[in-house]
């Protein structure tokens, strides 16, 4: 078999979830998708073997990319929330290419159809530089720049920057996080799924009542609870925030996209929340942010679209040359 040979292999690799997608024919969405537990398998190579074998008939791909949720180096990757680290070339495949995950959820925002997008407030996107975030397990950052071949991703860790708080009780949320152990308190911390649950504890906290022991799908089914809805509300307010400066800083004219596992199953609650008051909230660049697009992704595997673009645009330069 040749390099980009079809099918392609394609992949979303997060710190709980590993997605799977064959595609058949350069520009199609893929197909024979499959999500496969992360814990199940020692290795990345393992849980590719698994799925082909069992969910893609067999097949051998001629190429293949995966977005990892971690930093990559070259070909090497190393998962940010899981044990996984290696070599994208110990997968067998005569093409393969890597990406961070929200470089290839950024790839995928282009192709992204009406049904795949929701409005949180602001004009109809741009054609200029645009910027994806989302909370899951971690908490993903890119962007994407137009340029005269096309869109070039840039991946980033800006789930990792420090957190910023707004007001007085954001303040003891940090301040009760502190006291627990996390010095230093990045965004990641509780913008994500696991941030979910540590802001639900740490508003008790504020608060002076209980908490149940509850998951971040606990919360977000629970918004009847008074505390699961302060808990969901205030989440959405400093996500809007740090969404804010995430556009400021890239200048991401051509629109702000939220992606991850959390947002898409609270889509109403997102749209009613404080979430784009905080977004255009900066005293100096009101205006400059109340121009910028903010959408929720809600299509079930964008990033697999996005490897899927990245590798068409990969086969269609290689095999010019």
Same mark, same amino acid.
């Given at each position: 078999?040749?390099?980009?040979? %079809? ?30 537990? #992360? ?34 180096? #070259? ?27 929200? /470089? ?7 192709? %992204? ?26 908490? #993903? ?21 420090? %957190? ?10 940090? =301040? ?56 969901? /509300? ?34 109403? =609650? ?16 009101? #205006? ?7 959408? %929720? ?20 330069? /290689?095999?010019?040359?």
């Amino acid at each position: 078999m040749n390099a980009f040979d %079809l099918p392609w292999l394609v992949a979303d690799i997060g710190g709980t979830n590993a997605r799977f997608g064959l595609v058949t024919s350069p520009g199609a969405r893929p197909s024979h998708v499959a999500v496969l537990a #992360g814990a199940a398998y020692d290795t990345l190579p393992e849980a590719v073997a698994a799925y082909l074998a069992e969910h893609a008939g067999g097949v051998r791909p001629g190429a293949a990319c995966l977005a990892v949720a971690g930093p990559i180096d #070259g070909d090497g990757y190393r998962l940010t929330n899981s044990a996984w680290a290696g070599s994208v070339r110990d997968l067998g495949v005569p093409f393969a290419g890597l990406l961070n995950d929200f /470089e290839a959820l950024a790839v995928s925002l282009p192709h %992204l159809d009406g049904d795949d997008v929701v409005s949180l407030g602001g004009p109809e996107p741009g054609h200029g530089v645009k910027a994806v975030l989302g909370p899951g397990t971690g908490l #993903g950052v890119g962007g994407l720049v137009p340029t005269g071949q096309g869109w070039t991703p840039i991946p980033g860790e800006g789930g990792h920057v420090t %957190l910023s708080a707004s007001d007085d009780r954001e303040l003891e949320i940090v =301040r009760v996080l502190r006291a627990g152990g996390r010095e230093h308190v990045v965004a990641e911390d509780v913008l994500s799924g696991p941030g979910l649950v540590r802001l639900h504890r740490a508003l008790a906290q504020v608060n002076g009542v209980d908490a149940a022991d509850l998951t971040s799908s606990g919360i977000v089914a629970r918004l009847d609870d008074p505390l699961c809805a302060e808990t969901v /509300e205030v989440f959405c307010g400093m996500l809007g925030g740090f969404a804010g400066n995430v556009a400021l800083t890239l200048g991401a004219r051509g629109g702000l996209y939220l992606g991850g596992g959390i947002l898409p199953r609270i889509v109403d =609650r997102v749209r009613t929340s404080d979430f784009r008051a905080r977004f255009t909230a900066n005293p100096d660049m009101s #205006g400059y942010l109340s121009a910028i697009a903010t959408m %929720l992704i809600v299509a079930p595997q964008p990033a697999l679209t996005g490897a899927a673009a990245w590798l068409a645009q990969r086969a269609t330069k /290689e095999l010019a040359a």
